[in-house]
């Protein structure tokens, strides 16, 4: 029977010699649906620039279809395709932001009890009697009256010369 040529586009197959084959890879059928193979995976962003600025074609409009198919001159995607496409492009270029955004080195727990003991170590050597405060408090509620206790910032006086009683007293 001979060797058969398979035709992946087509789906087609024939006998695989040269006449047939030529024959074959010329016919419009062919260059039609090896076009729309590799339409499917152009880039988005070549899609939109091409299409955006031709015109929508009116046989495609009114029945759904266009002999031409991939040769027309006009564009056979609606309005609603083109915005699908741009919030697609949108999509892609949040996520490779995303991606290539550093993210900041987060220490490890080891490291940062290293660093509180160097500078915990350091406050009691140099002031013994002093009371450091080891929080921070954002500066612009220090000017407000209205605050309850539970938000007011502690001032180190408020914690020297304490007298305690027993508790529950």
Not at 28 to 38: A, G, T
Request: hydrophobic fraction near 25%; include cysteine; glycine fraction near 2%.
């Amino acid at each position: 029977m001979g060797w058969r040529y398979y035709c992946d586009y087509c789906d087609k197959t024939f006998k695989d010699d040269l006449e047939a084959r030529k024959k074959h890879l010329t016919s419009s059928l062919h260059i039609k649906l090896r076009k729309l193979h590799y339409e499917q995976h152009r880039d988005p962003r070549a899609i939109l620039a091409d299409e955006s600025t031709k015109t929508s074609c009116r046989r495609y409009i009114q029945h759904g279809e266009c002999q031409f198919a991939g040769n027309c001159k006009y564009t056979h995607y609606s309005s609603e395709d083109l915005w699908k496409l741009k919030q697609r492009i949108a999509m892609e270029d949040y996520e490779a932001a995303c991606r290539t955004q550093e993210m900041p080195e987060v220490a490890t727990l080891e490291s940062w009890v290293e660093k509180y003991n160097r500078e915990h170590s350091k406050t009691i050597k140099t002031r013994p009697d002093s009371v450091e405060v080891h929080w921070s408090y954002p500066e612009y509620l220090e000017c407000r009256t209205d605050l309850p206790p539970s938000l007011k910032k502690f001032k180190p006086k408020d914690f020297k010369d304490c007298q305690f009683g027993e508790w529950g007293v």
